[in-house]
């Protein structure tokens, strides 16, 4: 009953990437251009933090999907999967993003390896004080600078050659049935090659491009909790995508079972991820080691919308809604979360970048302010010091041995050590009106310097700026542009090939993947 039910199935494998779809893509890409440059001439106050950030946002978090793309289909073949092979064009449409995601890591790279205004906030490693003064900063220098920075470039490039090769490959059985087992037998031959190239230099690169955003915290399960993030958003782009496709009449092979599989996916993906994020948070806060809470206790102090609104959309909406089984197999209810996860995770993304920028913006601010104050304040000492030194050298304005002002100020220090202890007249008993005035002076400027010290101790107040603390319409407009090119890339792509492989060896098993019966 199954066969004679996917023999009448009138399944379009060619997809037409129109004018109208073209359109619709460089529009969206537009608004994401117009929003990173608006975003950097309108950011000049707070050093471009919010133009570096949400460039290196949208490049991670999109390049990550496309890689997780290319994983999805590597782990699929090597455990000779065959579920998935009717929908396998989307992901390896989709992983062939990573060329252009390397040529964007190129401009980052090109701006913190030319020290551009606003890379030294992004990456506190690439300040050449922080590199003076920083005992931490200097101890990791050996792994965190801008030659291994350079180097995640290549990591993306061999990705992006064995994405290649897996797509060459694939699409060569499409026109010669010959090569129906030889070229999938050299499939999972590179897949296998990619996986442990794919596991240690994920690593090295999601270490480099965000977890060295805080350089002075460290987790040995952010890999891990990065990763699971642009997994579970591959998935549901990829679910996305497939019920797009079947709008437009392709895709009919797709049944509730290949829904349900992937409903399984973003459901026990949601929960792995919560699982990362919550061991990373509870054996750090449990520890209560200062080098590790500090990301958290940024996260809670100054940025608490994105911190619970990342849990909320990430785990608790997707699990209560997708507990039930019926609704992994409602193609509606399963895309709503789908979108509601894929925002969850650029969200995700945004709370892992923004607060340990921002932390190093203020930090070099505020150094800057205290630095600057203490130059004004040696320089007045010094003027008054002058000024009781030209008062002693004054033949008729002897004065007694001056009081002591111990910690009011450098300047009585150094007269109470020079100025001379003569007795004579009523004048010798009594300061002149000027030695009064400049006294005052000296202790005015003893006081202030006590209070600007004790006002460097005392916690600064949180400024709230939109698009830092939480995502404005120039974020979302460079998501929306990000977006736009990675749907343009992926039809691009999807339009080359026909969309049900023809020649691969588990189509067959695919199409007839446990059919629904309607009883």
Known sequence: ?????????????????????????????????????????????????????????????????????????STHIVAWGGWQTIFKRVPEAMMMFMPVGLIFFALIAAGVYLDAEGTDYLYLWSDETALAEDHLVIHKSAFLNPFNYVLTLVVLGVWTLFAMMIRRLSLEQDGDR??????????????????????????????QWVMSVDVHWYSTLFAWYATASVWVS??????????FLQSRGHM???????????????????????????SQFLLIWYANNGEETQYFDLRFDQFPAVFYLNVLLNFILPFFILMMNNSKRAKGTLALVAVIVLLGHWVDYFQMIKPGVWHNWEHAQHASHAHGDDHKHG????????????????????????????????????????APTTETTDSATAHT????????????????????????????????????????????????????LFLFVTFQVLSGASLMPKNDPYVDESKHHHVWYDL
């Not at 608004?31 to 440059?37: D, F, H, P, Q, T």
């Not at 591959?234 to 019920?243: G, Y």
């Open 1 to 73: 009953m199954g066969a004679h039910h996917n023999h009448a199935i009138q399944d379009n494998p060619q997809f037409v990437f129109d004018g109208k779809l073209k359109m619709i893509t460089a529009i969206m890409t537009l608004i994401g251009a117009i929003s990173l440059g608006v975003t950097y001439f309108t950011d000049g106050d707070y050093g471009h933090v919010r133009f570096w950030t949400n460039l290196l946002h949208n490049t991670a978090f999109f390049t990550g999907i496309a890689f997780a793309s290319l994983f999805f289909l």
């Open 178 to 207: 010959s090569l129906r087992k030889v070229n999938y037998e050299k499939i999972h031959m590179w897949s296998a090659i990619f996986l442990p190239i794919a596991g240690f230099s994920s690593a090295y690169a999601i270490w």
């Open 234 to 243: 591959a998935i549901c782009i990829i679910f996305l995508l497939i019920l």
């Open 252 to 278: 009919q092979y797709f049944t509730k079972e290949h829904t349900h599989d992937l409903g399984k996916y973003i459901f026990g993906f949601s929960v792995f991820w919560t699982y990362l994020w919550f």
């Open 379 to 418: 320089e007045e000492g010094h003027d008054a010091h002058g000024d009781l030194l030209q008062l002693n050298q004054a033949p008729k304005a002897v004065l007694t041995a001056q009081p002591q002002h111990g910690e009011e100020g450098h300047a009585e220090e150094g007269h109470a050590e020079e």
């Open 433 to 484: 009106p000027a030695a009064e005035e400049i006294h005052a002076h000296a202790d005015a400027h003893g006081e202030e310097a006590h209070a600007e010290e004790t006002h460097a101790e005392e916690a600064h107040p949180t400024q709230f700026v939109m698009g830092i603390h939480f995502p404005g319409l120039l974020e979302l407009g460079t998501m929306i542009g990000f977006l736009g």
